[in-house]
Nanobody, 122 residues
Framework: QVQLGESGGGLVQAGGSLRLSCAAS????????MAWFRQLPGKERDFIAA???????VYADSVKGRFTISRDNAKNTVYLQMNSLRPEDTAVYYC????????????????WGQGTQVTVSS
């Protein structure tokens, strides 16, 4: 069983930066791929970025070059550094985890945090 908890959301002006953190419980953290998704009200949850236990990463085209996912296995924490934020990045951001190989589909993940709100003003 893995429990996840996000932090670091907030209000930021367009062009600004935020760093989200996701703390995980469980000794298997270092062996699990980790991912970030985001969701707007009434919309589906969309994949943003994922990182393998090895540290290799995958990004959605919408955030490539602006967002960076990283992990610290010693701290059981995954991060999402978000730069050059845009109003369209406004959403609730979720971290997620699964056992097995890295996937990018929302239905592929069975462990989820509660989400953290990110609001980007124009």
């Amino acid at each position: 069983q893995v429990q996840l908890g996000e932090s670091g959301g907030g209000l930021v002006q367009a062009g600004g930066s935020l760093r989200l953190s996701c703390a995980a419980s469980g000794r298997a953290f270092s062996t699990y791929p980790m991912a970030w998704f985001r969701q707007l009200p009434g919309k589906e949850r969309d994949f943003i970025a994922a990182i393998r236990p090895s540290g290799t990463t995958v990004y959605a085209d919408s955030v490539k070059g602006r967002f960076t996912i990283s992990r610290d296995n010693a701290k059981n924490t995954v991060y999402l550094q978000m730069n050059s934020l845009r109003p369209e990045d406004t959403a609730v951001y979720y971290c997620a985890s699964r056992s097995g190989l890295l996937r990018v589909g929302v239905d592929d993940y069975n462990y989820w945090g509660q989400g953290t709100q990110v609001t980007v003003s124009s």
